[in-house]
Structures are given as C-alpha cells and as structure tokens.
C-alpha cells in the first residue's frame, strides 16, 4: 500500500495541486474539521459509494489515525482503484481544515 505523510500531503495542496481526497471517517468526527476539499464517505458506506469514485482518478484517504483508511485503501486496491494512505490521519495534520 503506497502511504504519504500529512506534511507531505499539506505541501502538494498548498502549492496548488488538484488532489481528490477522501475522508473515511465518521460524521461526528467530520463535523470537528476536514481537510479543504475532502469528500466525505464514511469507512462503512464505501462499498455502497464506489459510483462516486472514479477509477481514472488518484484518491488519497484520511481518517483519524490512518488505520481505517488503510483498510479503505486496501479494500479500494482490490476493486482496481488508485489509492494512497494518509499516514498518521487527522491526528498529524497541522494545516487547515474545514467545518
């Protein structure tokens, strides 16, 4: 499973890279901030959203810690998607987020 550091995703974003992002935790931990421009699909509704994901597309994802979306990465891995794993989640991100 390929991984980046929250440190590494805040720079890409911050020099204006189009990333697609997403959160995979639950909307009681959303509502307390997100990264700028996440979408949100809740770890337990991702099989029932893969409409929403476009396989020609690179997805990062995020949770609180980076163990649920380590396993959203490596269930979206078998469906043929493009992912990578936001090591360390919400918890090591230092840079904006939105409510």
Known sequence: MH???????????NVGEKLDIIDVREDEEVAQGKIPGAKHIPLGQLPDRLNEIDKNNHYYLVCRSGGRSGSACGYLEEQGYDVTNMAGGMLD???????
């Open 3 to 13: 991984e980046i550091s929250a440190a590494d995703l805040a720079t890409k974003l």
């Open 93 to 99: 991100w230092d840079d904006e987020v939105e409510k």
